[in-house]
């Protein structure tokens, strides 16, 4: 079922380590099949020295597991809540890495300061609210999932593939497990040049709204002009 | 005599350099037989790409030697102390990685900023006082590990399995000794992370307790939800 | 054709991920024939790991596309404009390197505080200005390497073979790809050594003059000491 | 000639980029046969991947090559000067590391933190005083071993074995030319842990007196206990 699919899902899930955005266990990727409503996602707590293509669990937009034999990445009632609210999404990554969580421990957003950010992701990516003692304890992942699209509302989050969870770490998505990878790439490079950015010039600012749009759209939309037709 | 559990050992002391948590030998892992009333622990000074598993020593819980060829790590007394006051633990790890020694040397404890600390690090994790002259020139590494079970005397080691050392390094554990290395660089990691996280925002505060709790719990105790029936 | 220099350009442009100056395609490396008036470059948007040297593009100076399967960089009217208005370079490099983007985004110079810098690279290292709204909208590319020029307008580009582009980047040259790419890797270096050492001494001043002319000196122009005829 | 040595001083020389301590050619390592009156030193400017043992330079104590295919290392004047004056000393090695040399160029001594410092180093690491133009102009790497001894009137170079050259980089040295790579490594760990201290707790001051001389002469002089008689 799905074997592609899990194939796809398990490199995505290798390329963690190998970006160096997670330690052991620390992080899942997930892509979903929209016509069949099904997605792919990494088993919990598996090592990735151990984990095989074939230890990918298939779960629907409920929640429930239709194949596997382990149990789903803790985290897969907030993938359920992006896919429904994202429909333009094809795949979600959660990482803890080490820049970027940085920033969501700060409780503060990542500023475009360049054009390394614009390119990938537009404008300020927003740190989410903290949850509510209730929502921790009602249904934590699943109001993980509520509090991101909550932080969504004005936004486009085709434009901004990514988030910081307040306290926690961060969510990246895009049209494939892959593309949600190389998005969360962008996002600790970016949180790592935002803090050094800092350091370097503690009045900086944005960067001019002009130059965020010419360096988006070479890359996106119907005017891009970047790249070549080969695979990203 | 304990062929096992020297395997053991001797991968756990190699996962230091993997982790990048040593340079050269400054570390040293331990494991031991509760039945037995022996541990196994790394020689001193010995190159770890020279070290084999027979090179591992055999010493009793009054730091006798019972068995190997070299001097044991010149912190077994320190060992030897925790794993007297510590009855549940069963591995032991000293370490000077970089940021968490940069804690102990700044003399400051780690605050719990996000949920990569409260997933496996309950709370603050607290930086001994400094020993006095006297304590340092009588029987140092006895009294290092004094100290330690000093600054828990009001703490639970079991869900704080870490400590930092005043101008010294660290010292982490676990159930055995491959989960006290597991310790050991979320140490690290959560050491990064919160130097990054104060330079980010100068005034952040401790994560809230419901956070801390809920993700302490989601992987520990008798209602944890996290991993599978897989060895960590 | 210019297969030689094709070979070259793709080891140049390999390099820039093995001295961890880019990420995924974030960089391009040209070199110039200038007898033929021709340089070979990168195409747009292809994977290091995908890439050939038989995928590198011939370009000539009025930026037309003589031989090639795949579309050239993206950023090939900027090499353009420098090969036109540099004429002893002969190879120019273009990255996102952390250290140096994050001065890029600040806004601000790399002062030379030491030999590492002085010894590759004389003098202070420029931030340009930013780019105006038309400029960006007109012929974004082509004007990115008009305000390299104009930065170099009282400089000696031979002398100081980097700049950084405001909100961007950076771009390095010299004497063919490779030692192009060598540049680039000072500046980096530098830009990072520039950051520590604010940090350590927040007061700090450029170095002496004399020893920058001293360590300059001392590897360039006719009474150069330094090294072996030995390729670079 | 020296066949042993330079296999030694080669092996060493590769530690440099092994260790993460240079990029490129820039550093240096040379060991001394006391009784010869010969050392054996690093070309200069040879690429770390194309050296060889036979490449290694065999130079006197004025200087003078006596043999080699290649002109030694330009900093070959300051090893003489430190052979000279530094008659314990039978290893030197230069480097530009990445966090000593932001202390060498931002003018400020290392202060002794903590353990890893205090376990190879006794004490302060010294900032030298910036040569003067003349120093500069006259026999530059000749004064800067000068510098280093003058630097040294008043210490003991065998317990405190490494040096800042200001605006420069470092020179570490030992017994061999193993211990003096050794000591570069500490040196940059040690430069790298007190940035870290020092942002965590700007109020930081120096270890006590008392668990410094514990930790040096628990590995040093008689009394000595750290370590197995294996090789270091």
């Known amino acids: 079922m799905l074997e592609e699919m899990k194939k796809r899902v398990y490199e995505a899930n290798m390329d963690l380590p190998r970006y160096n955005l997670v330690k052991f266990t620390w992080g899942n990727v997930s892509e979903i099949d929209r016509e069949k409503g099904l997605f792919v996602i990494k088993p919990s707590g598996v090592d990735y020295d151990k984990l095989k293509p074939e230890d990918m669990v298939v779960v629907d937009l409920?929640?429930?597991?239709?194949?596997?034999?382990?149990?789903?990445?803790?985290?897969?009632?907030?993938?359920?809540?992006?896919?429904?609210?994202?429909?333009?999404?094809?795949?979600?990554?959660?990482?803890?890495?080490t820049w970027a969580t940085s920033f969501a421990q700060a409780g503060k957003d990542i500023i475009c300061y360049g054009t390394t950010h614009a390119d990938s992701i537009y404008g300020t990516i927003p740190c989410s609210r903290n949850l509510t003692k209730e929502e921790i304890e009602s249904a934590y992942e699943l109001n993980t999932g509520k509090v991101i699209i909550e932080t969504f509302k004005d936004r486009d989050y085709v434009a901004t593939p990514a988030v910081l969870c307040k306290n926690h770490?961060?969510?990246?998505?895009?049209?494939?497990?892959?593309?949600?990878?190389?998005?969360?790439?962008?996002?600790?490079?970016?949180?790592?040049?935002?803090?050094?950015?800092?350091?370097?010039?503690?009045?900086?600012?944005?960067?001019?709204?002009?130059?965020?749009?010419?360096?988006?759209?070479?890359?996106?939309?119907?005017?891009?002009?970047?790249?070549?037709?080969?695979e990203v």
């Open 169 to 230: 770490g961060s969510f990246a998505w895009g049209e494939n497990a892959k593309k949600a990878v190389y998005n969360a790439v962008v996002l600790e490079e970016v949180a790592k040049m935002a803090v050094l950015t800092k350091i370097i010039n503690n009045e900086v600012e944005e960067a001019p709204k002009s130059i965020q749009d010419k360096h988006y759209n070479r890359k996106h939309g119907k005017n891009a002009y970047y790249g070549n037709k080969v």
């Open 62 to 97: 409920e929640g429930n597991v239709v194949e596997g034999k382990y149990k789903p990445s803790s985290d897969t009632p907030t993938h359920v809540e992006l896919y429904k609210a994202f429909e333009k999404i094809g795949g979600i990554v959660h990482t803890h890495s």
